[in-house]
């Protein structure tokens, strides 16, 4: 990643201080991740995974029965379908795959 890059990320990061409320550190990461605008061709479907909220991601480009499953780290705790959305949907990309991520 280019120094500019990551020096975008930090004064983000830096411009939003971790709180120490549990649901207030939900809420700043899930405005991090609204942040990232998701590219015109990514499709976005929200469905029920046997009472687990998830969402499939599909692009024009994904092949066949390519499927990336994403189960976010943090223990569930925090981090969110809409924190992890725009990385959910690049990872699908580079993958040539559809993503299905759960919340």
């Known amino acids: 990643m280019p120094s500019s890059d990551i020096d975008v ?14 649901a207030a550190r939900r ?10 605008v998701l590219p015109p061709d990514v499709v976005v479907e929200s469905v029920d ?15 066949g029965g390519r499927v990336v499953l994403f189960l976010h780290g943090g223990g569930y705790v925090s981090g969110s ?12 990309r580079e993958a040539g795959a559809r993503t299905l991520a759960l919340d």
């Open 9 to 22: 990320i930090r004064a983000r990061l830096a411009a939003h201080p971790r709180p120490a409320d549990l």
């Open 27 to 36: 809420a700043r990461i899930d405005g991090l991740g609204a942040g990232y």
């Open 49 to 63: 995974a046997h009472g687990v909220p998830a969402e499939w991601t599909h692009m024009p480009a994904a092949r």
């Open 81 to 92: 379908l809409t924190s992890h959305r725009h990385m959910v949907a690049q990872a699908g």
